[in-house]
């Protein structure tokens, strides 16, 4: 099996790469690989059986094609401000032209035209006022909310446009390894889930987008070949639950409301993410049986909560190279304390060093949207440095939203984002392993579903404009 392009991955930046050299002609004959299963396969039991049954053999939320994005809450946002570090390599006007182009191809697949937190009203300066008074930073970033089942719809029309378009897309396969040559990748290697089935597939060139979900498997490949790499920040957190009265001004001012603070004592970075009005929280399963929270929102189901993350940035010096494990521990150690689910416990329980009781939060104002996470003690779990970071946060957000340090305002956890490891390139997106890319937030550049959409566009330019060389 031959082929110019073959991109391992089929989430926003691995077919974003492919959809751009289609729009612009390509005569590339392309293969997409993907462990999971098509848009119109992903089913998750849990709206029936009520909790997380573990699927085998991958959870369905952060696999199949479109990647986590398609169970997210589809949340476009539309500053290169906010998505990670791409700008730092290609340039901000390059990141942000990307960007606009990358949102006018949604809005093409069906996007909701509207946008919310671009106007500058007297809520959004008084937010701003309180949260410099607190000592935190309003981000600036209008935000196009898809939701999250027309973020299903949306992906499932570039799926059907990139087979239409002649786009091979291998479902329900692992990618095991790369084929190198002298310096030189040629291929892939893959195989059933169950291991059998291997085989090779050759390719001029090939892509690794395989988003936070294989992170972890890119680190270890880019070990065994040498591709050029370094250890970058590892994001651990929680995800906060709170009434939508006590978020009701952020929410209509902003819809997500970015803030970003470096709290005392030890001044690492602290910032809110994935802000869902009315929406719920989640569970997505890894391969190695982590359960991590997440969050949701829909376009019309709502619940009369808000949850959004809060994560605190780590950054490790010599010698220490694995941070990407190092957040596994963390999480694997409250998936111990919670019996493989997750933990959930009330803010002013932990001010106080208590664990939380599930009678307690059945008498509560804040009842929890993940029905079946485990009441009890996270701070049993989570390091000192990080959660001492995120206690001052939050008390320094209710300068700004009132009442979000409430004592029943609830704190999921494990919250970790594997995107840790940076794969060293040039702003051509040229690794020191020739005919081998690495894109999306696998890669470490991008944090996100435009960012790692933009950068995959911006890949597929590159790559035609080469094709056109030749």
């Given at each position: 099996?031959?082929?110019?392009?073959?991109?391992?991955?089929?989430?926003?930046a691995g077919i974003f790469t492919a959809l751009e050299l289609i729009r612009?002609?390509?005569?590339?004959?392309?293969?997409?690989?993907?462990?999971?299963?098509?848009?119109?396969?992903?089913?998750?039991?849990?709206?029936?059986?009520?909790?997380?049954?573990?699927?085998?053999?991958?959870?369905?939320?952060?696999?199949?094609?479109?990647?986590?994005?398609?169970?997210?809450?589809?949340?476009?946002?539309?500053?290169?401000?906010?998505?990670?570090?791409?700008?730092?390599?290609?340039?901000?006007?390059?990141?942000?032209?990307?960007?606009?182009?990358?949102?006018?191809?949604?809005?093409?697949?069906?996007?909701?035209?509207?946008?919310?937190?671009?106007?500058?009203?007297?809520?959004?300066?008084?937010?701003?006022?309180?949260?410099?008074?607190?000592?935190?930073?309003?981000?600036?970033?209008?935000?196009?909310?898809?939701?999250?089942?027309?973020?299903?719809?949306?992906?499932?029309?570039?799926?059907?446009?990139?087979?239409?378009?002649?786009?091979?897309?291998?479902?329900?396969?692992?990618?095991?390894?790369?084929?190198?040559?002298?310096?030189?990748?040629?291929?892939?290697?893959?195989?059933?889930?169950?291991?059998?089935?291997?085989?090779?597939?050759?390719?001029?060139?090939?892509?690794?987008?395989?988003?936070?979900?294989?992170?972890?498997?890119?680190?270890?490949?880019?070990?065994?070949?040498?591709?050029?790499?370094?250890?970058?920040?590892?994001?651990?957190?929680?995800?906060?639950?709170?009434?939508?009265?006590?978020?009701?001004?952020?929410?209509?001012?902003?819809y997500e409301g970015k803030f970003v603070g470096y709290p005392a004592p030890?001044?690492?970075?602290?910032?809110?993410?994935?802000?869902?009005?009315?929406?719920?929280?989640?569970?997505?399963?890894?391969?190695?049986?982590?359960?991590?929270?997440?969050?949701?929102?829909?376009?019309?189901?709502?619940?009369?909560?808000?949850?959004?993350?809060?994560?605190?940035?780590?950054?490790?010096?010599?010698?220490?190279?694995?941070?990407?494990?190092?957040?596994?521990?963390?999480?694997?150690?409250?998936?111990?304390?919670?019996?493989?689910?997750?933990?959930?416990?009330?803010?002013?329980?932990?001010?106080?060093?208590?664990?939380?009781?599930?009678?307690?939060?059945?008498?509560?104002?804040?009842?929890?949207?993940?029905?079946?996470?485990?009441?009890?003690?996270?701070?049993?779990?989570?390091?000192?440095?990080?959660?001492?970071?995120?206690?001052?946060?939050?008390?320094?957000?209710?300068?700004?939203?009132?009442?979000?340090?409430?004592?029943?305002?609830?704190?999921?956890?494990?919250?970790?984002?594997?995107?840790?490891?940076?794969?060293?390139?040039?702003?051509?997106?040229?690794?020191?392993?020739?005919?081998?890319?690495?894109?999306?937030?696998?890669?470490?550049?991008?944090?996100?579903?435009?960012?790692?959409?933009?950068?995959?566009?911006?890949?597929?330019?590159?790559?035609?404009?080469?094709?056109?060389?030749?």
């Amino acid at each position: 099996m031959a082929y110019d392009l073959v991109i391992v991955g089929a989430g926003p930046a691995g077919i974003f790469t492919a959809l751009e050299l289609i729009r612009r002609g390509s005569k590339k004959k392309m293969l997409i690989i993907e462990k999971g299963q098509p848009i119109g396969r992903r089913r998750c039991p849990k709206g029936t059986t009520g909790r997380c049954v573990n699927c085998r053999p991958y959870c369905h939320i952060t696999t199949g094609f479109a990647g986590a994005g398609a169970f997210s809450d589809g949340k476009l946002s539309l500053s290169h401000e906010v998505g990670g570090q791409l700008p730092e390599l290609i340039g901000e006007e390059l990141a942000q032209q990307l960007i606009d182009y990358t949102d006018r191809i949604y809005l093409e697949f069906g996007a909701d035209t509207a946008v919310v937190g671009q106007v500058e009203d007297e809520r959004v300066k008084r937010i701003r006022r309180d949260a410099i008074r607190a000592g935190l930073r309003l981000v600036d970033c209008p935000i196009r909310h898809m939701g999250t089942e027309r973020a299903q719809q949306i992906y499932g029309a570039i799926q059907a446009f990139l087979l239409e378009n002649g786009v091979e897309i291998l479902f329900g396969v692992n990618c095991v390894d790369l084929i190198l040559t002298n310096s030189h990748c040629v291929g892939v290697i893959v195989e059933q889930p169950d291991g059998s089935g291997r085989r090779e597939i050759r390719a001029r060139d090939t892509i690794a987008a395989t988003g936070r979900r294989g992170a972890d498997w890119l680190e270890k490949i880019c070990q065994e070949h040498g591709i050029a790499h370094q250890p970058g920040t590892v994001d651990i957190g929680v995800r906060v639950e709170v009434r939508n009265e006590v978020m009701e001004e952020v929410n209509l001012a902003l819809y997500e409301g970015k803030f970003v603070g470096y709290p005392a004592p030890f001044r690492d970075k602290v910032r809110t993410f994935c802000q869902n009005p009315g929406g719920f929280v989640s569970q997505e399963n890894y391969d190695n049986d982590l359960a991590v929270v997440n969050g949701h929102s829909y376009k019309d189901m709502k619940s009369p909560n808000t949850n959004l993350s809060i994560l605190s940035s780590h950054n490790f010096t010599t010698p220490f190279n694995q941070p990407i494990a190092y957040a596994q521990k963390v999480g694997e150690l409250t998936n111990m304390l919670a019996n493989g689910h997750i933990l959930v416990q009330r803010f002013g329980d932990i001010l106080v060093g208590k664990r939380t009781w599930e009678r307690e939060l059945q008498r509560a104002n804040v009842k929890p949207t993940l029905k079946d996470a485990v009441a009890g003690d996270i701070t049993a779990a989570m390091p000192f440095r990080a959660m001492t970071n995120i206690i001052a946060f939050i008390q320094a957000m209710d300068l700004v939203v009132p009442g979000f340090a409430s004592p029943e305002t609830l704190l999921y956890s494990p919250e970790l984002k594997f995107y840790s490891n940076r794969v060293k390139m040039n702003g051509h997106l040229h690794t020191n392993i020739t005919g081998f890319y690495s894109l999306g937030d696998s890669s470490g550049w991008t944090r996100g579903l435009m960012m790692a959409s933009a950068m995959g566009v911006r890949m597929g330019q590159l790559l035609y404009t080469e094709e056109n060389k030749a």
